[in-house]
């Protein structure tokens, strides 16, 4: 791993912070998430589909690049999770002072992480994801169809 630092503006995430619903899923479903992070698949407003690597805590680590279609992202991770021991991390530090990392396999960037505070934190991040991205589980958020049921479906 590259443990060099650069001085550079941060690349754009335009990810929200994380999600209610993921929240308040393993919240409830505890073994679900005891010992891995987990593939979250979201979709922009854009129409663009992403997913987000999350810690066993449910706190964002990285979030993918874009793809066009939903059956991309799955395969995208399935991919990734197959071919983790080919990763590297690139290290990056903001104008701000903040740390972050990029994901590369295959010459290419494949994802970003979440700002952090400390050099520590991010080897945690980085961690995490060597430690179980392959067997972790995906969760498909695209739809909420099952967060906010339609009203008259509750009373039929």
Do not use: W
């Not at 999350?54 to 992202?73: A, P, Q, Y």
């Not at 995208?76 to 983790?84: A, R």
């Not at 960037?109 to 991205?133: C, D, H, P, W």
């Amino acid at each position: 791993m590259n443990s060099n630092v650069r001085a550079g503006s941060s690349p754009a995430l335009s990810t929200k912070a994380s999600n209610n619903c993921l929240e308040l899923f393993l919240f409830n479903n505890p073994t679900v998430n005891d010992f891995m992070g987990t593939f979250v698949i979201t979709q922009r407003n854009s129409g663009f589909y992403k997913y987000e690597f999350t810690s066993r805590k449910g706190k964002t680590i990285l979030v993918s690049n874009d793809f066009e279609l939903r059956f991309e992202c799955e395969e995208h991770i399935e991919y990734v999770k197959n071919k983790i021991e080919a990763v590297f991390f690139m290290k990056f530090k903001s104008k701000n002072g903040k740390l972050y990392f990029k994901m590369i396999l295959d010459e290419k960037e494949i994802a970003v992480s979440r700002k952090y505070t400390t050099q520590l934190l991010m080897e945690k991040g980085i961690n995490e994801i060597i430690r179980s991205f392959a067997v972790s589980e995906v969760l498909d958020f695209s739809s909420q169809d099952f967060a906010f049921p339609d009203a008259a479906d509750l009373f039929e």
